[in-house]
């Protein structure tokens, strides 16, 4: 089955400046990479996410990239504030919608 | 935006009990899921459910776990008998199709086996 490697256990990085976590996927069939973000105690929100026919994918200061050749993915958080701090988790999505999720980035931002 | 509810949201039981976990999925939404999150791990798929029917499982959901939605109420999951090692966060899930930002998760049901 899918296998989702998430690079980054932890994180950190200065307010302002940009942060960068990568993902690797093993299945070449999956089209669907969303990501999301978790703070301490609470539930999964949805971020951003992007398809298999583009490779890159911009909302405001979260930009993802796609390639699918590497089957490698990865979120750009630019202009880091404090609030970005979380547990950002990459995830491919697979046969009935099943999300197969990375292990989590623990991204500090200080202040 | 559209919520999932999930009832309860912490819930302590003694080994060899049975639970069971409730989830008040998104209105329209047709797929329902089930996570489960060991503290500080990842979330790691247990069952999705469509139209009345497991479509999948993998293989965390032991033989001691059951899902149902009987006549649209609430999704469960349920537990008989529980095991020390099911101590988790238990994630529902609801989506529409597939594929899009739709996909919503509760907010966790905390579980301690005794």
């Known amino acids: 089955g899918e296998k989702v490697e998430q690079h980054e256990s932890t994180l950190s990085v200065r307010e302002g400046d940009s942060a960068v976590i990568n993902c690797t996927y093993t299945d070449t069939a999956s089209s669907y990479f969303p990501w999301y973000k978790q703070e301490a105690g609470k539930s999964l929100h949805f971020v951003i996410d992007?398809?298999?026919?583009?490779d890159r994918k911009q909302s405001q200061r979260l930009i993802v990239l796609l390639d699918k050749k590497a089957k490698r993915f990865s979120l750009h958080i630019t202009a880091t504030q404090p609030e970005d701090s979380a547990i950002y988790f990459c995830a491919a999505e697979g046969m009935g919608y099943k999300l197969t999720f990375g292990t989590g980035t623990s991204l500090l931002v200080d202040p | 935006g559209p919520k999932v509810l999930q009832i309860p949201s912490h819930q302590i039981i003694d080994m060899g009990q049975m639970v069971t976990l409730n989830c008040d999925p998104v209105s329209n939404h047709l797929y329902f899921y089930w996570y489960k999150q060991i503290l500080g791990q990842q979330m790691e798929f247990l069952v999705n459910f469509y139209n009345g029917k497991v479509m999948e499982k993998s293989k965390l959901f032991k033989d001691q776990f059951s899902v149902e939605r009987p006549d649209g109420s609430y999704f469960t999951l349920k537990i008989q008998p529980t095991a020390l090692e099911d101590s988790a966060v238990y994630f529902c899930?609801?989506?529409?199709?597939?594929?899009?930002?739709?996909?919503?998760f509760g907010s966790g049901t905390r579980l301690l086996v005794i």
């Open positions: 992007i398809r298999s026919n583009v």
């Open positions: 899930a609801s989506s529409f199709t597939g594929g899009n930002s739709d996909y919503t």
